[in-house]
């Protein structure tokens, strides 16, 4: 099951990415495997995220096993000796609905956006424009402290953990949670750190009442003063909106495990699958959580990195987004 998912999930890579119908990309791969095409003098090895040609063959030694992808369609090779990638080129394509349908197109869109920083500048600006399925909140601009990552959205009442890119100076960092409707301290801390985790269950948080957090900078002898956050916005973060919402959470996931396609996949692509769904819900951080965790169980795998370069994309994170595509190398 885990090799037709994964082969499911590269699908739209093929189609978007590469933009051409006879690229086969190459999915997984078990024991010796080799290949060659017209541009190979000799055989080469295979490896997994490969794209090969139509005119390229497959050479397998014994007991070795290798999933492609081509157009929409899973193909296995288990046979031992040289297989041309020809004989599939005009297989008929695979139709997908619900769930499935869904992931492809979640998928497709973090593919096809993240090649590198200008592609992923481009799908950022076009995404906050029309503003289809993310959250605002995450400005630039002027403002002088940048957040790392996604604390925005509904939130469930546990711990989380806020965070900022450090400013490089010799500032503290005063990090406030407050009453969005009467602006009233509810959580205060200086840090010298740019994260904090904040138990929010242990805070008097209403359900469904809005609330948001903000972090300023200041230098040792600003500790002492006080002064309005939005007076000087290069001195603080956006002052970032949350809600609190415990039951909609548990509502989602009750209706993604009746889903027959979450209840076949493995761990992984089960962590990708609540990732989207999450997202829809307005459940960023969760999603984002999803998304690590993910990255925890296949560390090398290319793709959950721009799927995560994306989502951060999405939620105005560009700066996040960026050092995930340049530490993962991408070169698309």
Known sequence: MRLFIFSLFILLLCQAAAQESNIFIVTEVSGKAQYTDKQLNKEQQLLPGQQLSADASVILANNARVSLVHKNKAIVLNKTGRTSLQTFVNQGDKKNTGLINRFFNYIQEGITNTGNDKKLEKYHEQYITKNAGGVKGFAGGEYGVIASSPVIGMLRSTSVTFSWFATN?????????????????????????????????????????????????????????????SDEPYKSSPEVEFVIDNDKLVSAIALLEKEEEYQKADALYKKLMEALVFENNQFIYEAYLRLQEAQKLAPDNQLIKNLTAAFLARQGLIRAGSEIINSAGNNQ
Do not use: M
């Not at 301290?185 to 985790?197: C, E, F, P, Q, S």
């Not at 948080?205 to 609330?211: A, I, M, Q, S």
């Open 169 to 229: 100076d010799s500032s503290f960092y005063d990090f406030q949670i407050l009453d969005y409707q009467t602006d009233g301290v509810i959580y205060k801390a200086l840090l010298r750190d740019n994260a904090v985790t904040v138990e929010l269950q242990k805070l008097v948080l209403e359900p469904e009442r809005k609330y948001y957090w903000v972090v300023q900078k200041k230098l040792p002898g600003e500790l002492s003063v006080s002064f309005t956050f």
